[in-house]
């Protein structure tokens, strides 16, 4: 992943909203925004593996070759 910002210079972070909040999310002032900054509870999420790629499969591995050559 490429990096947009120095590390420790980031000034973005990520929103998650409700369907019934996108419009006003959509139309909102920079001051408005601290409305937004609450916990998503971790119970409405869920996390799904990533398939891997066949670049990553391929990186994975040339790494454990090496790792059994030390």
Not at 28 to 43: I, M, R, V
Not at 52 to 66: E, F, K, Q, T, V
């Amino acid at each position: 992943m490429c990096r947009f910002h120095k590390p420790g210079a980031e000034n973005r972070s990520v929103f998650i909203l409700r369907p019934e909040q996108y419009d006003y999310w959509l139309g909102c002032s920079t001051t408005d925004e601290g409305a937004f900054l609450n916990l998503f509870p971790a119970d409405e999420m869920a996390a799904t593996p990533a398939p891997i790629s066949a670049a990553s499969s391929r990186a994975s591995g040339w790494r454990n070759r090496l790792a059994s050559i030390e």
